[in-house]
């Protein structure tokens, strides 16, 4: 994605509608063609988790792409994909901010005598398991990422400035997970805990100028929160495709029981660290072309 100043996306080119009708006209559209690709998919391939996800990625990207070509009037790559520049860098910057995050997690609650970790015995089987569960969460990073930290978030950015789009995606991201179990045991966690990921995604888009390092960071922090660490990923879990498996004893106000670390104060520490490494990256020039 080219900028002008880091953090700043390109001036629009030929704007025809205003940005906030835009994003809503985008939200219609991405809702009604992931709707009917999960018809089209449960009609010829059955009822499959992995098909489902291609499914809503597919929806979320090909809308995105068109919307951004013929109602936006820019090039794709300004969404924040582009090959050109750095891509594989970010990405792998963001991989390992999200473990070192979720290591942090894992750390807190084990400090506090919380979260018990054990090793499940594992077959030849389970290996294949936990690389199509990373495979499944590196479509459900990229199904949520382009269209709220891409398409979105750049779009309110354009209308309202960087923090009030911010705030708004942000909540709009928490409120697209309080249709998973367990996410009303404590919804004002559950709602401060995605919203502040959220917040953490966008300042990377407005620092980077890019999605690589949300992607990395996102499929990361879900990927070593549930399949490694064994923790449930926003209520749900993974079973068999655990390297680790947890046994929780605390408060829920802290590892967000059933929900998962998401929803707990342990994330919300782990995440306030993570902001203060990302800055401290953006100051020493990691991110720099």
């Not at 990923?233 to 967000?256: E, I, K």
Request: hydrophobic share 55%.
């Amino acid at each position: 994605m080219r900028r002008e100043k880091r953090g700043r996306m390109d001036a629009p080119v030929g704007v025809e509608l205003h940005p906030v009708l835009r994003s809503l006209l985008y939200l219609v559209c991405w809702w009604i063609a992931t709707a009917l690709l999960l018809e089209l998919a449960a009609r010829f391939a059955g009822p499959d988790l992995f098909v489902a996800v291609t499914c809503e990625c597919a929806s979320a990207v090909g809308v995105a792409l068109l919307f951004r070509r013929y109602i936006d009037h820019r090039p794709a790559g300004s969404l924040g994909f582009s090959f050109r520049v750095r891509w594989l860098r970010l990405f792998g910057i963001g991989v390992l901010l999200g473990i070192g995050m979720q290591t942090f997690v894992l750390i807190l609650e084990s400090a506090f005598g919380f979260a018990h970790s054990a090793t499940p015995r594992w077959q030849a089987g389970e290996i294949g398991s936990l690389a199509y569960v990373a495979a499944l969460l590196l479509l459900a990073a990229l199904a949520e990422e382009m269209p709220i930290r891409g398409y979105l978030f750049q779009n309110l950015m354009q209308a309202w400035g960087a923090w009030p789009a911010l705030v708004v995606t942000s909540l709009f991201f928490a409120a697209l997970h309080l249709f998973n179990p367990g996410a009303h045991a404590d919804i004002g966690m559950t709602i401060a805990g995605i919203a502040l990921a959220g917040a953490l995604f966008c300042a990377s888009v407005m620092l980077t100028g890019s999605l690589w390092l949300a992607l990395g960071c996102h499929f990361a922090w879900n990927l070593f929160e549930g399949p490694i660490f064994g923790f449930p990923v926003s209520g749900q879990s993974f079973g068999s495709a655990n390297v680790l498996t947890q046994t929780m004893t605390g408060p829920d106000w802290f590892t967000g029981g059933s929900f998962g670390p998401e929803a707990g104060a342990s994330s919300l520490i782990a995440l306030a660290a993570g902001a203060v490494v990302l800055y401290a990256l953006h100051r020493r020039g990691f991110f720099d072309a």
